[in-house]
């Protein structure tokens, strides 16, 4: 009976080795969680601030114009980050000077009209608490569009 003894130990032993192989007893990592549905506007907000900022680096007489434009995105990327948990890089406008004149403006125009209807899509789907700061963030931008006609 010993010998019986010592081999089913040995069995149960590997069978539970391969068990514990197979993550049934072990932690398994928990999967990243999906990133926050607002993170596509807080992403535009960045990139919309950073355009401002180049194409008023390379045109010194529209700098007082769009300065304020990218101070509230600057502002509205603070504010969905602190809601999102969010870091926000370091740095300010990143890359070579935009183009300057009318043609810097049609871009930025064109940028924040494709951010509009992010934010406008993110604040229909929003529930009330994130609905009100996504909303103005869109009328910002509905806005800024319409200045830089």
Request: hydrophobic share 45%.
């Amino acid at each position: 009976m010993r010998r019986r003894q010592v081999l089913g130990a040995v069995a149960g032993s590997a069978g539970l080795a391969a068990l514990t192989g197979c993550g049934l007893f072990g932690a398994d990592p928990e999967p990243a969680p999906p990133p926050d549905a607002l993170q596509p506007v807080l992403d535009e907000a960045l990139t919309l601030a950073m355009a401002y900022e180049r194409a008023g680096l390379a045109s010194p007489d529209l700098a007082a114009r769009l300065s304020p434009m990218a101070l509230d995105h600057r502002a509205h990327a603070t504010e969905l980050a602190k809601l999102i948990g969010a870091t926000l890089p370091s740095g300010g406008a990143s890359g070579p000077p935009t183009e300057s004149g009318t043609d810097a403006l049609a871009e930025l125009r064109k940028a924040e009209q494709s951010a509009l209807k992010t934010a406008t899509a993110a604040c229909k789907a929003a529930p009330s608490g994130r609905a009100a700061l996504v909303g103005s963030i869109a009328a910002a931008r509905a806005a800024h569009a319409e200045a830089l006609r």
